[in-house]
């Protein structure tokens, strides 16, 4: 008993469960009377469903994979933003920080002012760029309101050590000209619901 | 496990099938991200979508170029069993085995009808959406998902009748070679 194409793309389609219900059963009718067919639909099943059970079955990431992820991208990233980086002040740091950690740490964020108290410097000094209204500020804008998309989407638990890290490995002890550890400007107020 | 990091590692997997080459390609996916992050635009859609779209488009780059070991397979179908004898619903060691086995016959058909196979019944993008991420017509698409599933079937019948070997891990060692 031979079969057409068109009925074994139907057969692959019904065993990929893409077919309408009216169709699918039309075709099981077929099925019920020629083996062949049957035959191919159960080896589509099995084809379908082991591809399947490929990602489903897939054994968990090996221990170590977060470090060698920020291994691999740190150094990346400084020789993408080095430059830039080089004038940028501490706020615009732990930005790049939360683009790389914001990534790979885990959320929710219960509370946003004690998981970020870096964020209000970072939306301060946001708004000293967005207001030189240039080309590079709007650059500087767009990374850093991603990079905060990412981290709070992605959630932060450990951010304030991760931020310490980076800040260690691209410019060493905190310096006294860290916004951090000056008086909120009072051009610059915090946004509301981030604590400063 | 982080929000974005396992489904990355994931997605990586199921296109490198091996977790060390998983772990690789992860990497050059979060380098990629570090790339292209300041386009995006959260108007053009949620951060986790874009981002698994540039994972899907990292992980297709990386099937692609990375060395394979194409099978003969057998025009002719292998002799018929009333019951194929190597899927069934036992253990999840056995059909992770089994999987595995699958998972290795597609990076031996043919890659042009292996990546929508890959991205149909392993991602679960639609025909569209494989079209568009391809670029290639929507009724291609159909063609060379039967095409691609119908090989499979008869790889898999092949490698029931002896005529080859299983692919494992030997392949595998032979792609990392070759890098």
Sequence with gaps: MTTDPFTEARVTALAAGELSSEDAAALRGELASNPRLARLYGEMRGIHRALADFGDTAPRPAPGLDARILAATLPRFRRLYGRRTAYWPTWAAAAAAMLVVGILQPGPVKDLAAAFPQASAAIAGLRQIAAQQSDRARYDFELLRASLGVAIEGGIVEFEDRVRDFERATRGPASPDDPRQTPPDPANPPVEGVAP | ?179
């Design chain 2, 1 to 179: 496990m982080g929000r974005f990091r396992q489904p990355i590692w994931h997605i990586a997997y199921r296109f490198t099938a091996t977790p060390d080459d998983a772990d690789e390609l992860t990497q050059d996916i979060f380098m990629r991200l570090l790339t292209v992050l300041p386009a995006y635009r959260p108007s053009g859609g949620a951060l986790g979508a874009w981002i698994r779209r540039v994972a899907t488009n990292a992980g297709i780059d990386h099937y692609r170029k990375r060395a394979r070991t194409p099978l003969t397979i057998p025009e002719e179908d292998a002799p018929e069993t009333r019951v194929p004898v190597w899927w069934s619903p036992e253990s999840i060691a056995e059909r992770r085995e089994e999987a595995a086995l699958v998972r290795g016959l597609l990076d031996q058909i043919q890659p042009e009808l292996a990546e929508p196979v890959l991205l149909r019944d392993m991602m679960d993008f639609s025909y569209p959406e494989i079209a568009e991420r391809l670029g290639i017509p929507l009724g291609t698409v159909k063609s060379r998902i039967h095409r691609g599933r119908r090989a499979l079937v008869r790889a898999r019948r092949a490698v029931a009748a002896g005529k080859h070997p299983k692919p494992g891990r030997a392949a595998s060692r032979r792609r990392r070679a070759i890098r």
